[in-house]
């Protein structure tokens, strides 16, 4: 597949996402998420009930797709997201990348059970610049435990060159 395929196929993914995703900002309350899976949250944030975080507004990337295990989002760096280098803030790709481990984790707990990040690992395999265009970070489960889950990320250009790789621990707890 092209690069200029892949870049209009993920646009017109984000586009629909971000206009579904437009009409809430914030955060869900305890009441609004109690009795529902991880799962189950995602699916009702998609559907516009639930709010979207307001995380994704302010390093301006967004879930693209969650399913069990898996979580997918797409994040487009803006020159506010630069370093003094010139390039990409590590930040922003630590951020982008524990969004989507984290939810990958999220959306394998039963209704009641929480998480937090433990830790984070990043690894940084080449520069990033704004022509780089979008960028697609996948979170995928190794294995979710009671107490704790472990996660593997990875975020790609629209050539499908690997920019960052993340593993992470999270605790999964009581709500």
């Known amino acids: 597949m092209k690069i200029e395929d892949t870049v209009a196929r993920w646009q017109a993914e984000e586009h629909a996402v971000r206009s579904r995703l437009a009409a809430m900002a914030g955060w869900a309350s305890s009441e609004q998420v109690h009795g529902r899976t991880g799962l189950e949250m995602f699916q009702a944030i998609f559907a516009g009930e639930l709010p979207r975080p307001p995380i994704g507004d302010t390093l301006d990337f967004v879930p693209i797709r ?11 760096p803006q020159k506010k997201h630069y370093n003094p280098m010139g390039t990409v803030h590590g930040g922003w790709f630590a951020a982008l990348l524990d969004s989507a481990v984290g939810c990958a984790v ?17 690894n940084y395999l080449k520069p990033v610049r704004l022509d780089a265009g979008p960028l ?8 979710s435990g009671a107490r704790v889950g472990f996660t593997e990320g990875v975020v790609t250009d629209a050539s499908g060159k690997v920019v960052a790789t993340a593993t992470s621990t999270l605790l999964i707890f009581d709500l």
């Open 136 to 143: 697609s970070a996948t979170g995928t489960v190794v294995k």
């Open 66 to 76: 969650i399913t069990r295990g898996v979580a997918v989002f797409q994040g487009r």
């Open 106 to 122: 999220h959306s394998t707990l039963p209704a009641g059970k929480g998480y937090t990040s433990i830790e984070i690992k990043v």
